[in-house]
């Protein structure tokens, strides 16, 4: 027999596992703190900082300078409407000119602190990294204020053959003081070798980082692939160091493909919060200024 008791505990309990659904949602989308849906334009969406792409340029005649310009060059690198994992897509089908790197400021867009913070970082990617990808190294996204090895979070493809996908969290380091090298085990690096995406599927790579910052060896950084939690560091002092007028989010370094639904928060998001993502590739259009 159907009782009134019954149908109030189903009621209660389905009721409750919606809402915890729904709750789910609304704790990813509000720690969000930048997100570029790339349906329109090379842009964001929303942040707190700039949301206006630019180029960053060596500079002609000083070395180890640069020069930041205004845009980026619609020849190599695009949108692409109804092509995304969710809405359009950045197409990048050749490096930007002059050695030019696509960048979006740090500065209100990334929620960095001098003394701790965590944060992450997911995009989707649509590629084939032995067929398409012609640079030596290629890096998706790099977020630095210096260089890749010096105070910088980043996932790349390497010269392997198959290319394997590394997430690298490298900490600042004084002025003259060699970084730890790649192939050190210490190395802060997670490593998914064997790399056999293929050009016309889409793949989430989503990073995670906990306690960076904080000088203490607590720091967390974790690279999950599809959903799945690939590897972790652990219990490293690692530090970021920035100036954050300096420090900027570069995306499509030697990269060839689609990109889309790019996206950086402001904690480490949970196992749960990925494959929610991971799930629902357009969960963040709400976000989206009307």
Not at 70 to 89: L, N, Q, T
Not at 171 to 180: E, L
Request: glycine fraction near 10%; hydrophobic fraction near 40%; include cysteine.
């Amino acid at each position: 027999m159907y009782s009134f008791s019954r149908s109030i505990a189903v009621y209660l309990a389905t009721g409750l596992l919606v809402s915890s659904g729904l709750a789910d949602d609304a704790a990813v989308r509000k720690s969000v703190t930048f997100y570029a849906s790339f349906d329109e334009a090379i842009s964001g969406d929303f942040g707190g900082g700039d949301l206006n792409a630019g180029t960053r340029v060596p500079h002609p005649t000083e070395k180890g300078r640069f020069v930041f310009e205004k845009g980026v060059d619609s020849a190599a690198m695009k949108i692409v409407r109804g092509k995304g994992v969710a809405g359009g897509a950045l197409e990048a089908s050749a490096s930007l000119p002059k050695n030019g790197w696509l960048y979006f400021p740090v500065k209100g867009n990334l929620a960095y602190k001098q003394d701790g913070w965590s944060g992450s970082v997911s995009v989707w990617c649509n590629t084939d990294p032995t067929r398409l990808i012609t640079a030596k190294f290629c890096d998706p996204v790099q977020i630095t204020a210096k260089s890749y090895d010096n105070g910088a979070l980043w996932f790349d493809f390497n010269d392997a053959k198959p290319r394997a996908l590394r997430f690298g969290a490298f900490t600042a380091r004084p002025d003259g003081q060699k970084a730890v090298p790649e192939s050190d085990p210490k190395a802060p690096l997670i490593r998914f070798p064997g790399v056999d995406w293929k050009a016309g599927e889409w793949h989430h790579v989503v990073l995670t980082f906990k306690n960076l910052d904080t000088g203490k060896s607590d720091a967390v950084t974790a690279l999950h692939i599809d959903g799945k939690l690939i590897g972790e560091v652990k219990d490293q002092p690692i530090a970021m160091g920035w100036d954050v007028e300096k420090a900027n989010v570069f995306l499509s370094l030697g990269y060839i493909g689609l990109l889309d639904e790019f996206a950086m928060f402001d904690r480490a998001l949970t196992a749960e919060d990925v494959a929610l993502l991971h799930k629902t590739p357009g969960l963040l259009t709400g976000l989206k200024k009307k």
